[in-house]
T-cell receptor, first 112, second 114 residues
Framework: GQQLNQSPQSMFIQEGEDVSMNCTSS?????WLWYKQDPGEGPVLLIA?????ELTSNGRLTAQFGITRKDSFLNISASIPSDVGIYFC????????????FGKGITLSVRP | DTEVTQTPKHLVMGMTNKKSLKCEQH?????MYWYKQKAKKPPELMFV???????INESVPSRFSPECPNSSLLNLHLHALQPEDSALYLC?????????????FGPGTRLTVL
């Protein structure tokens, strides 16, 4: 089946730094979603992407839908302590009938 | 209203108990989902309801029984669970259609099976 690769498993950055996360696959996706999950809470949708090459921002977050439709990245600029959490990418392949494929997630830690 | 609500927040049950998890959304979404999530893992899809009908069952054991009474409500009935069923259970909803795949999640129910 389809797999989404997110690595590394954990990232440690200094407050104020920018950070970039990638999500890659060997399969083509027609939707890319980025979620953030805090401990004990449900995932919160950050950005949704629907077109190859699309670049979308949401405050300090910017995400892009790769031209090949096999990857996406999420950038967080000027990180703050509340950016701590697990970031999941999720994608939908054509004809997947509402099913999402999730990456394994990246745990982000921000040092003050 | 862009919120999915879930009750209860926490649930502890014995292996012989029967309990239910509840989910509600008022965004007019016609697709609703149940996911199971273990610590530090991504959500795993269990069930999908489309237009109040079960459209996907990911080979979930029969001790989990979903129900969609109407377009706003989704229940998950639990019976004779095992300790390995302890997890965060997430409900999500979305519009239906090729262009609308954004799934919105509730806060989850933390289930502990003793």
């Amino acid at each position: 089946g389809q797999q989404l690769n997110q690595s590394p498993q954990s990232m440690f950055i200094q407050e104020g730094e920018d950070v970039s996360m990638n999500c890659t696959s060997s399969s083509i996706f027609n939707t890319w979603l980025w979620y953030k999950q805090d401990p004990g809470e449900g995932p919160v949708l950050l950005i949704a992407l629907y077109k190859a090459g699309e670049l979308t921002s949401n405050g300090r977050l910017t995400a892009q839908f790769g031209i090949t439709r096999k990857d996406s990245f999420l950038n967080i600029s000027a990180s703050i302590p509340s950016d701590v959490g697990i970031y999941f990418c999720a994608g939908q392949v054509p004809g997947a009938n509402s099913k999402l494929t999730f990456g394994k997630g990246i745990t982000l830690s921000v040092r003050p | 209203d862009t919120e999915v609500t879930q009750t209860p927040k926490h649930l502890v049950m014995g292996m012989t108990n029967k309990k239910s998890l509840k989910c509600e959304q008022h965004m007019g979404h016609r697709a609703m989902y149940w996911y199971k999530q273990k610590a530090k893992k991504p959500p795993e899809l269990m069930f999908v309801y489309s237009y109040e009908k079960l459209s996907i069952n990911e080979s979930v054991p029969s001790r989990f029984s979903p129900e969609c009474p109407n377009s706003s409500l989704l229940n998950l009935h639990l019976h004779a669970l095992q300790p390995e069923d302890s997890a965060l259970y997430l409900c999500a909803s979305s519009r239906l259609g090729l262009a609308y795949n954004e799934q919105f999640f509730g806060p989850g129910t933390r289930l502990t099976v003793l």
